[in-house]
């Protein structure tokens, strides 16, 4: 981990969980397609869940131990703001397009694309420690 960079950490984090989310949301679609609160609410439920794993999970192989216990907080902070963003984004979506559940968990991917990246920069989401090397 000689090259570990904040920026790269958050590219990487916000393009798995937008990966994770267009699965997430279209499941989400399927499963609750008639109702668009229980839409949103069904996604942000199942991308929480999957992202506090996920990032539990990578926090613990890619983070140097002299970060972990600074990531320990962070990590709960980021999957409660995703989960979040996630409902909000997820119901804009749904209003807007409606009638497709296929562009419905698309918009949902690309609005949370640039606002979950956003405020991961914004509140410290990612850490901006110095790595002795």
Known sequence: ?????????LVYRVGAAAAVLFVIAWIGNLI???????????TAVLFGIVNAGALYAI???????????AMNNRWLQTVL???GLV????????ILSFSNRFVSALVTVIVFVALYALALYMTGGVPTVEIPT
């Open 1 to 9: 981990m000689e090259n570990f960079s904040p920026e790269m950490d």
């Open 32 to 42: 609750s397609f008639s109702n668009r609160f229980v839409n949103a609410l069904v």
């Open 59 to 69: 926090n613990a192989i890619t983070i140097p131990e002299s970060l972990q216990e």
């Open 81 to 83: 703001l995703g989960a």
């Open 87 to 94: 409902f909000v984004v997820d119901l804009v979506a749904n």
